[in-house]
């Protein structure tokens, strides 16, 4: 009996979700015995042309990672879907847009005026962008378009599963995996981790006071030695776990450091910067206006720590862009 075939793919993102693949450490021998992987650029030689020359549907699953900026990228991943019977979105990026996301506070024109022109590391400002085509003594050569936004995958095409994560922890692939090869998957846009939020696999959830945590002040990771037994949030420290999806074993709190949401929205929740907003407010130990201004003025990149993974999937960011009051 063949074995099921598999294909991944990297589009905007850092390269450690690929990394992730790597960190399954000697359960990557299993995969690679139960599969039979026919296209993976960052580690195999296949061309896109292996890919074309597969039948519609013959991959049994594809894995991207990364949100979509390129026409590259828009075009790989359209014929992915072409050939794939499931399309998995692996990994923040791909799921919700990812911190390359951000990148949708601006725009294209004002990304590359910074980065080829204004910034302190271009020497010489010789004035060059990069273009699309540029003829050379050799000939013609093209790049791929820099498109006016970062999207997450779902709104290119179609996609059956999210593994959520920046990136995604070894034991959520390795379930992801086993759920494929048993023909075990959930329903269709299922999100393939938890479904409680992480406060309740955190280890420190017990610390929490009886009456809930609450606000008088926020504080950075850095401004404070932090107690390793204790909720961070009880501490001060702005921690994202009551509204992030679980599965991720709390890696992150475990290390002494506050969830920043990689792992996404629960099921239900359309936005996921809007719930944080909503956690933080109901914490604020305060009912004086001012007060609550200071407590909100004092969290530094507001966007960024409540959008950090998710601003290309954020309902409320499409809905301002519509009214003018977004770039």
Sequence with gaps: MPKPKVGLYWCAS????????????????????????????VALDFKKEDVEALSDGEMTAAFINGAVRLSEQEEMVHLLRRKAQYVIAFGSCAHLGGIPGLANLTDRQSIFQYAYRDAPTVVPDDGIVPRQQVTVPQGDLKLPEFWERVRALDQVIDVDYYLPGCPPTPTVIANALTALLEGKLPEKGAVLAGTRALCYE?????????????????????????DPEKCLLAQGILCLGPVTRGGCDAVCVKGNMPCTGCFGPLDRVRDFGAKGLSAI?????????????????SIPDVAGVLYRYSLPASVLFKSAQTKGDAP
Aim: charged share 30%; proline share 4%.
């Design 14 to 41: 850092c390269g450690g979700c690929e990394e992730a693949v790597v960190d399954l450490a000697e359960k990557i021998l299993d995969v690679v015995a139960a599969v039979d992987i026919v296209f993976w650029p």
């Design 202 to 226: 955190c280890d420190r959830a017990a610390t929490k006071p009886e009456k809930g945590c609450t606000l008088s002040e926020i504080k950075r990771p850095w401004e404070i030695i932090a």
């Design 281 to 297: 407010a109901s914490l604020l130990d305060s009912n004086d206006e001012a007060e609550i201004e200071r407590l909100v003025n």
